[in-house]
């Protein structure tokens, strides 16, 4: 699976690891910006992911199926949610983690301070599912229009 964190700050870190099986194992991007500056990261089965990101986009049509997949975003005005099935947003406070080593990375960034990147390595170490290198990646401001 993976480990994507924050602390709620608009910095999410997330692994590279994607593991098929029991021993084919990928390197891959799994954050990804989105027009609006916000930053996106999922966890689990990669087409329902990107099902995800694509609404996210564009909001056309319905939200898709999210069964096995779990999707964070850090917006711009400063909120971190959740992408719940039928498009429904969860907002959450603080820390947060997603993927099969978010319990040790929630116990890094809530009890030790770590920094979301940190947290991901944490959970390397005791995730099979999760390794290093670790990609960073901070929420970009809105835009400010100009008035005419």
Same mark, same amino acid.
């Given at each position: 699976?993976t480990?994507?964190?924050? @602390?709620?700050? $608009?910095?999410?870190?997330a692994?590279?690891?994607?593991?098929?099986g029991d021993? +084919?194992?990928l390197r891959? #991007?799994?954050l990804?910006?989105?027009?609006?500056?916000?930053?996106v990261g999922?966890?689990?089965?990669?087409?329902?992911?990107?099902?995800?990101?694509?609404w996210?986009e564009t909001?056309?049509?319905?939200?898709?199926k999210?069964?096995?997949?779990?999707?964070?975003?850090? @917006?711009?005005? $400063?909120t971190t949610?959740?992408l719940?099935?039928?498009?429904i947003f969860s907002? +959450?406070k603080g820390?947060? #983690?997603?993927?099969?080593g978010?319990?040790?990375?929630?116990a890094?960034?809530?009890?030790f301070g770590?920094?979301?990147?940190?947290?991901?390595?944490a959970a390397?170490?005791?995730?099979p599912?999760?390794?290093?290198?670790?990609?960073?990646?901070?929420?970009?401001?809105?835009?400010k229009?100009?008035?005419?």
């Amino acid at each position: 699976m993976t480990t994507i964190a924050t @602390r709620g700050n $608009g910095i999410v870190a997330a692994d590279q690891q994607c593991t098929w099986g029991d021993s +084919v194992k990928l390197r891959v #991007a799994k954050l990804r910006r989105l027009k609006d500056g916000s930053v996106v990261g999922g966890c689990g089965h990669v087409s329902e992911i990107l099902a995800a990101v694509r609404w996210l986009e564009t909001r056309k049509g319905k939200a898709p199926k999210m069964r096995n997949c779990d999707v964070l975003i850090a @917006r711009p005005d $400063g909120t971190t949610v959740t992408l719940c099935p039928d498009g429904i947003f969860s907002e +959450v406070k603080g820390p947060m #983690a997603i993927g099969s080593g978010m319990q040790a990375a929630m116990a890094a960034m809530v009890y030790f301070g770590a920094s979301a990147e940190e947290a991901v390595m944490a959970a390397a170490e005791v995730d099979p599912n999760t390794s290093a290198p670790v990609d960073v990646m901070r929420v970009e401001p809105k835009a400010k229009r100009k008035r005419k």
